[in-house]
Every structure is written in structure tokens, then in C-alpha cells.
């Protein structure tokens, strides 16, 4: 939605904030598809893909991987900012999931573009937690694997990547950032819009404000082809249009009070963390500082 604003470029998930080098990021990308993705992120090969020829076919995804390999030794601002020249002057968005999940990539995009805005998008952790579980199922079961336990409980990866957001941004003048959740965004868009681009200085007219209520409208808004078919959101990708009406949030009091049986840490990462002499936090601590952070984030 905020990529379709007529003075906004909105990037797919370029991964790139992953490494400081092009190679170093490829490298990261075939480690995380566990080496089944050879070409790298396909967010980013799109969108080469899309620069380059205007278009997204079988041929042009080819012909960016093609450029991309060429250019290993890049560093990663290096590419970005190449992108970004390409966009220009429309404001290039990037929002990779992946970079928050590590305080150090954080830091990377700061050192890369210290006067950029960020924005905090939040979102209730019980539906997150849903939405994590079904893709990695779906993650695994496309590479034809079985389910198994993973490390962490997905409880724990919201957790992680928030806090890591609520320590980086902490440390920002107050101007350069803006929290807001994606579900009040969702549900009254003609409040929430004009706000996030009048932030920015960006237009707040009818037309630009109708612009972004159609994030169908963005090359990347449907799945790619082959061998480059993700770079978004899959479900987003599958169904991209904004359906109106309120988005419900659940309780979370409600959720533990029927006591849910949740494991927070599998039974071989428990094993590995204490045999490494750290105790794992009781399940009393972990749901407290997770209720926690839900409220100060506005959900209970």
C-alpha cells in the first residue's frame, strides 16, 4: 500500500541488508533456502528483472541473475544504491522481514542511509505467530521435507524481532520513526495513510491516498515466474487486493488463561542450552515479558 503512493517506489524483499558484500548475501540466501535457491533472493532478481526490462518474464529473470553474478563483489549499498538511482526520485521502500531479525543488520541499514524513515509496522503476535507457522510448513513441505520441532516457539521470533526494532529505534530522534499497527491501518486506511505520508512530507491529496488503497497495482504484487517466483508475502501475492472492514485482534490474556500448551523451545535447542550452562527461562517469564510488550504495543 505505501509503495503505491505516486511519489514512493515499493521494493519487494530485496534481502539485502544481509551482508556487506553482493557475494556475502547470495551466500546468506542459499544457507537460509537450504541450497535449493541458487540464484538468490528472488525479491531482489525482480526487481532487477523489472528495472532493467520493464517486465517480468522467464527471460528478463534470467538475463538479472545473469547481471547479478556479475557483480559479487559489489557491497551490498552499493547495489542498493543502484536500485535506488533507478527509482529516482520517486522514495525507494524496502521492507525485508529478515532484516530485523538481527540487531547487527539494523545497524547496517543505518550506517547505510542514516537520514532514512523508518517505520515500525507492528502487529498482534498471536495471528503472527498463526502466519509464521503456516509458511514454514508450506516452506518445508516445497522443499519436500518433514515438519519438525523448531528452536524457538514462534511467540519468540515476534518477540525477538520487535525488541530488536524497540532497541534500534530507540536511539533515533523521535521524527525518524513512527510505530503504528497494521491493523489500524488496515481497518481505517483513510485515517492512518494520510498520517504516514505526511510524515514523510509526501502528498496527503484524494488521489494519492486512492493510490495506495490498491496495492494490487505493484509489479510485484503477484507471484513471479520461475525461477524467481517469491519476493513477497505469499499469501499478499495470492490475494493482494485491501479488503475493508475492522481486522480483529484476539486476546491474549484469553489465549494463556485456557492454558495452551505452547513449547516455547524444542526439546534439542533446550538440551544444547543447557548443556552450554544457560538456564532456560521459565514459562512464567517468558509469557509475562510477552504480554508486556503486547500491551505497551496497544494489544492485550
Not at 65 to 81: C, H, P, V
Not at 225 to 253: C, H, I, T, Y
Amino acid at each position: 500500500m505505501l509503495g503505491e503512493h505516486p511519489e514512493m517506489y515499493g521494493f519487494p524483499e530485496l534481502h539485502m541488508f544481509g551482508g556487506d558484500t553482493v557475494r556475502e548475501v547470495l551466500d546468506n540466501e542459499t544457507r537460509q533456502s537450504a541450497g535449493q535457491n541458487y540464484a538468490g533472493p528472488p525479491g531482489l532478481i525482480r526487481a532487477l528483472a523489472q528495472l532493467h526490462d520493464g517486465v517480468q518474464t522467464t527471460g528478463t529473470i534470467i538475463r538479472a541473475i545473469a547481471w547479478l553474478r556479475e557483480r559479487t563483489d559489489w557491497s551490498s549499498k552499493q547495489l542498493l544504491d543502484y536500485l535506488f538511482t533507478l527509482v529516482a526520485p520517486a522514495v525507494a521502500m524496502e521492507k525485508s522481514p529478515p532484516t530485523s531479525s538481527r540487531y547487527q543488520r539494523l545497524e547496517r541499514v543505518h550506517a547505510y542511509y542514516p537520514d532514512a524513515f523508518y517505520l515500525h509496522l507492528t502487529r498482534h503476535p498471536i495471528p503472527n505467530r498463526s502466519s509464521l507457522q503456516e509458511f514454514q510448513h508450506n516452506k518445508r513441505e516445497r522443499q519436500g521435507a518433514a515438519d519438525e520441532d523448531p528452536r524457538t516457539d514462534h511467540f519468540l521470533t515476534w518477540y525477538l524481532f520487535h525488541a530488536n526494532i524497540i532497541q534500534f529505534t530507540s536511539s533515533l530522534p523521535s521524527g525518524q520513526v513512527m510505530r503504528v499497527k497494521g491493523e489500524d491501518i488496515l481497518s481505517e486506511p483513510d485515517a492512518y495513510l494520510p498520517q504516514i505520508a505526511e510524515w514523510m512530507g509526501l502528498r496527503t491529496d484524494r488521489d494519492a491516498i486512492e493510490a495506495m488503497k490498491h496495492p494490487e497495482n505493484s509489479p510485484y504484487a503477484s507471484v513471479g515466474p520461475r525461477p524467481a517466483s517469491g519476493g513477497n508475502d505469499p499469501k499478499f501475492m495470492r490475494s493482494p487486493k485491501l479488503r475493508a472492514g475492522r481486522v480483529k485482534e484476539p486476546s491474549l490474556e484469553d489465549f494463556f488463561a485456557a492454558d495452551p500448551q505452547v513449547a516455547w523451545f524444542g526439546e534439542s535447542f533446550r538440551t544444547s542450552m543447557e548443556e552450554h550452562g544457560v538456564r532456560p527461562a521459565e514459562e512464567t517469564e517468558i509469557r509475562e515479558a510477552l504480554s508486556e510488550m503486547a500491551a505497551w504495543m496497544g494489544y492485550f
